[in-house]
């Protein structure tokens, strides 16, 4: 999508507020000894209170209104009986439409106080996120994006994952530009004034690949690595990227 009028804009923020309302509710909630399922229908809730409509259950029929990805699982976990635990690390990705507009985001987390390398691994690619937006102005190389996230993975020692990461959003829940995840030197695409893209990296421990579960969407590391996310929805500008789902 190429946001270019102020509508543009409004709705893009009214939906990633529903989204952010939407995640802030769920991670509020979660606590050792409940389900994801039960998780899910709180974001469900959250959402239908704003009006919105589940992106992956619109786009793609996802048998949840968001994506709970706990410990091995990197992406796309089906909500369910699934208990969690205190020291589960947890990925809560919402993605929603309202009105006609797509807004994306997700974080990973620890239940409870967590280890020192969970939380490193989680603060390492947050910080990555964060690099990148600050360098996203319109006329750039899209690779500004893949370059930053690169120096704070090399950085902190981390493996991003390859198969999996940033993505075009706004109409949709997957547009162009799609795949951003790491530094590529030979990018030719540029970030234009008015797109509207994720910034989605995965950091790991050592797995460069995620592999896809025979229910056919959860996305794994192999046991005994850690994996973390962070995502926000972004507008790019002359002078910056506008954050939607802040």
């Known amino acids: ?52 409509k589940s992106a992956p259950q619109l786009y793609y029929e996802f048998p949840g209104a968001t994506c709970i990805s706990v410990n091995e699982e990197a992406a796309h976990g089906i909500p369910g009986n699934r208990t969690v635990c205190d020291g589960d690390m947890i990925n809560i990705d919402v993605s929603a439409n309202l ?10 987390f620890v239940v409870g106080a967590g280890n020192a390398e969970q939380l490193r691994l989680c603060a390492a690619v947050q910080q990555a996120v964060r690099d990148a937006i600050a360098k996203v102005r319109s ?19 981390y493996t991003i994952v390859q198969n999996l990461g940033s993505h075009g959003v706004g109409r949709n829940i997957h547009e162009e530009p799609s795949y951003v995840p790491f530094d590529n030197p030979q990018e030719t695409r540029t ?3 008015g797109m509207v893209l994720t910034i989605e990296p995965f950091f790991t421990t050592g ?14 590391v192999p046991q005994g690595q850690m994996v973390a996310q ?13 954050v939607v789902t802040e």
Do not use: C, P
Request: glycine share 10%.
């Open 230 to 242: 962070y995502e926000h929805t972004l507008i790019v500008t002359d002078n910056g990227a506008i």
């Open 191 to 193: 970030l234009d004034r």
């Open 207 to 220: 797995a460069a690949w995620v592999n896809e579960q025979d229910d056919g969407w959860t996305l794994t």
């Open 139 to 157: 006329g750039r190389s899209l690779n500004v994006i893949g370059k930053a996230v690169q120096q704070v993975a090399d950085r902190e020692g």
């Open 99 to 108: 009105d006609g507009y797509v807004a994306d985001m997700g974080q990973s």
């Open 1 to 52: 999508m190429n946001a270019r009028t102020r509508d543009h804009v409004d709705g893009l923020k009214a939906s990633g507020q529903a989204v952010r309302a939407a995640f802030d509710a769920m991670v509020k909630a979660t606590k050792a000894g409940m389900t994801t399922a039960e998780l899910d229908a709180i974001g469900a809730q959250v959402l239908a209170e704003y009006g919105a």
